[in-house]
């Protein structure tokens, strides 16, 4: 009776080992494939990540390439510019030392028909030429000549009965003059001329003198010898 009882105890020993292996086993089995789902989900993640990261690198070169591009099409739009300012610059000053140049050629042109007038006045100057015809002609040349300096800009003083003015006259000498006031321009001995805004060249001048000054120092002279 023990015998039989402690072999149902060996057995019920041994099928409790048993089921216990198998859960052991059966909890590896379970643990692998937990394990081997993780595996799989990193690897697929770190598949995904790889994806991921191929497409931006794909999109950063695209990104880059075009760039580039833009950057080389700035460049030759700069070297461009930078050429046609060039050549804009040489022709401007070329166009500037033209203007320079050559500033005077209206001038010289317009006074060139006077000299014209001048040549033809004297090829016709002979024995059967009077005075009065020849100084016709002179002072319709200076008539002319007048007209065309003032069509420039250059403009005579006009100083007889003018007040001295330092700006514009040289005054070479002094006279008395009855009934005219002290310092007022009596005669002009060479003419003065403005061109534009600019006195170009002063009129030297006579003025009048002071004669209430004069008549005092006359007086003290008399005085004096007395």
């Known amino acids: 009776m023990r015998k039989k009882k402690k072999t149902m105890e060996d057995k019920t020993l041994q099928e409790q080992n048993n089921q216990?292996?198998?859960?052991?086993?059966?909890?590896?089995?379970e643990q692998k494939e937990i394990?081997?789902?993780?595996?799989?989900?990193?690897?697929?993640?770190?598949?995904?990540?790889?994806?991921?990261?191929?497409?931006?690198?794909?999109?950063?070169?695209?990104?880059?390439?075009?760039?580039?591009?833009?950057?080389?099409?700035?460049?030759?739009a700069f070297l461009r510019k930078a050429a046609e300012f060039e050549n804009y610059k040489r022709r401007t000053e070329n166009d500037q030392l033209n203007l320079i140049k050559?500033?005077?050629?209206?001038?010289i042109k317009s006074i060139l028909t006077v000299y014209d007038d001048l040549e033809r006045s004297l090829s016709h100057i002979n024995g059967?030429?009077?005075?009065?015809?020849?100084?016709?002609g002179l002072e319709l040349i200076y008539d002319k000549f007048t007209k065309i300096l003032n069509s420039h800009g250059i403009k005579k003083i006009d100083a007889i009965g003018q007040p001295f003015n330092v700006e514009l006259h040289e005054a070479?000498?002094?006279?008395?003059?009855?009934?005219?006031p002290p310092h007022t321009?009596?005669?002009?001995?060479?003419?003065?001329?403005i061109y534009q805004d600019k006195?170009?060249?002063?009129?030297?001048?006579?003025?009048?003198?002071?004669?209430?000054?004069?008549e005092n120092n006359s007086d003290s002279q008399n005085n004096n010898q007395g």
């Open 185 to 193: 321009v009596l005669e002009i001995l060479e003419h003065g001329y």
């Open 20 to 29: 216990a292996e198998l859960s052991n086993e059966q909890k590896e089995n």
């Open 128 to 136: 059967d030429n009077n005075f009065e015809s020849l100084k016709k």
């Open 199 to 214: 006195v170009i060249r002063h009129a030297k001048v006579v003025v009048s003198s002071d004669t209430t000054s004069q």
């Open 102 to 107: 050559y500033a005077a050629e209206p001038f």
């Open 35 to 76: 394990e081997a789902q993780e595996n799989l989900s990193q690897t697929e993640d770190s598949s995904i990540q790889f994806d991921l990261l191929e497409k931006q690198i794909k999109e950063l070169e695209e990104k880059i390439s075009e760039l580039e591009k833009n950057n080389s099409e700035l460049k030759d």
């Open 172 to 180: 070479l000498m002094q006279k008395p003059a009855e009934g005219v």
